[in-house]
């Protein structure tokens, strides 16, 4: 099976009431983690590499190469799209030459004269290629490969001018953050949400900082066409808890469990689980 875009599973989950959930990778355990939790429950799968990521794991076609192999040696058979997350220009242009099936490029900081010039030049050079392409009106609040942003809703109008330039689908602020919500936090805004749908249509809406949501507003986002659903900090905590519960108990000192893929092999499995979980929320098993 080799990588695809991810248009086509957004599509279908819009025409479906569904979200597929886009999993940040961070390192070789993860991929294996995402990929088996797809193939388990049958779901479509969306990989996501920050830039952060991207440069400690050894760059873009590191990346695509690592996950086409174990695509292959796992026997998966769902679609698995390789996604840029929150990427700079250049990191969309790089990624778009060196295998990704589908790029984002995060213009959200610029002005919208130039995010709207930049979208569509993305756009030109990724679907001559057959990649998909994600654009973002209104900062995600929250902490990102370092950059720290309070976060804002978008505004609707803006959001229209950018989905008319061909992207595939939309990240649009509506109060959600990166990294765990505040005790304060006010909740998503489902009355910019509403608004937003009324200027794009069908076009297929991704809900960022989808870790620590409500399940209730999970789903009502979903209703209201959200259908990627991005998550990360989670499976990072559900990873570490493992990891170090396998300390607490002692375990590496037993036979060979100092070796690395038995220290690791926890965390796997915990990522795996979360996984899962989140796809059963999202309702994108047995959608593959």
């Known amino acids: 099976m080799k990588l695809v875009s991810a248009k086509e599973m957004l599509d279908d989950a819009v025409r479906g009431h569904y979200a597929v959930g886009h999993f940040n990778l961070n390192n070789m355990e993860s991929v294996r983690a995402f990929l088996l939790a797809a193939q388990e429950v049958k ?3 969306i990989l996501g590499v920050s830039g952060g990521t991207a440069k400690y794991m050894g760059g873009y076609r590191t990346i695509t190469d690592m996950v086409q192999d174990f695509i292959n040696f796992l026997d998966i058979t769902v679609p698995v799209a390789l996604h840029v997350d ?5 990191e969309a242009l790089d ?3 060196n295998g990704f099936s589908s790029v984002m490029f995060d213009g959200s900081s610029l002005p919208i004269e130039e995010n709207i010039e930049k979208t569509k030049e993305v756009v030109r050079l990724a679907h001559a290629k057959g990649i998909s392409v ?13 950059r720290i942003s309070r976060g ?11 989905a008319d330039l061909g992207i595939d689908f939309l990240a649009a602020g509506i109060g959600n953050i990166h990294g765990k919500y505040p005790a304060d936090w006010e909740g998503l805004h489902f009355d910019v949400l509403a608004s937003i749908k009324e200027q794009i249509g069908d076009l297929p809406l991704v809900l960022h900082g989808g870790s620590l949501i409500p399940a209730d507003q999970i789903k009502e986002a979903i209703r209201r066409g959200v259908a990627k659903i ?9 990873f570490t808890e493992a990891t170090r519960k396998y300390f607490e108990e002692g375990k590496d000192k037993e036979s060979k469990g100092f070796t690395p893929r038995a220290v690791l092999a926890p965390g796997l499995e915990a990522t795996k689980a979360m996984c899962i979980k989140k796809m059963e929320l999202f309702g994108s098993i047995g959608k593959a």
């Open 230 to 238: 991005n998550v990360n900090t989670e499976c990072q905590i559900a």
């Open 134 to 146: 994600e654009a973002e009106v209104g900062g995600i609040g929250g902490e990102e490969d370092g």
């Open 95 to 97: 990624a778009i030459e």
């Open 152 to 162: 804002e809703c978008a505004d609707p109008k803006q959001c229209k001018m950018i």
């Open 86 to 90: 929150h990427g700079k220009y250049s």
């Open 43 to 45: 779901s479509p799968i």
